[in-house]
């Protein structure tokens, strides 16, 4: 596995040669990759063995809006995908809307700061794979600057959104 960026029309090698991950033809994988203000992961995980999940970090430029990202496979003739999304985090607050303004961890809860300048009733809900709709509601009738609550049990990470409540 080999990772690599463009920048400026220049190449450079962020990982270079692992052999923690090689392709095999034929073998289906997946690749998520998130840059929070340049703290940069990459995962990749075989669908044939979904517990088998590969990972690589590391420190680069926070991403900004107008960004590309793209997913490239050299010298590979079966290659394909079958698709490849950005999510972008707004950055400012829309007035009378909601976003978790931080996220903090008390020892086996999870403490989420909110912005809710209309106090509008929103749920806290939890997912742990983006690819999918399936999101689980944690908490609902909200209205405070800050939810408290426990993490799933059996979770290591997840993703955590508000959403109004339908009230």
Not at 35 to 58: F, I, M
Not at 63 to 74: E, K, Q
Not at 98 to 123: C, D, M, P, R
């Amino acid at each position: 596995m080999s990772v690599s960026r463009k920048r400026d029309g220049q190449w450079t090698d962020v990982v270079a040669g692992d052999n923690a991950f090689v392709y095999r033809p034929g073998q289906p994988f997946a690749v998520e990759f998130a840059n929070n203000k340049g703290a940069c992961r990459l995962r990749a995980r075989e669908l044939d063995n979904p517990a088998r999940v590969y990972e690589w970090q590391w420190a680069d430029m926070a991403a900004p809006g107008t960004n590309r990202f793209g997913l490239a496979t050299w010298s590979e003739t079966d290659a394909h995908f079958l698709y490849a999304r950005a999510f972008r985090i707004p950055t400012q607050v829309v007035p009378g809307e909601f976003q978790i303004a931080s996220v903090t961890l008390s020892g086996t809860n999870i403490v989420l700061g909110v912005i809710n300048a209309s106090s509008a009733s929103y749920e806290v809900q939890f997912n742990t794979n983006l690819a999918t709709t399936a999101w689980m509601t944690i908490a609902s009738g909200q209205t405070n600057s800050q939810w408290t609550g426990s993490i799933p049990e059996g979770t290591r990470e997840g993703y955590w959104r508000l959403r109004r409540s339908s009230q």
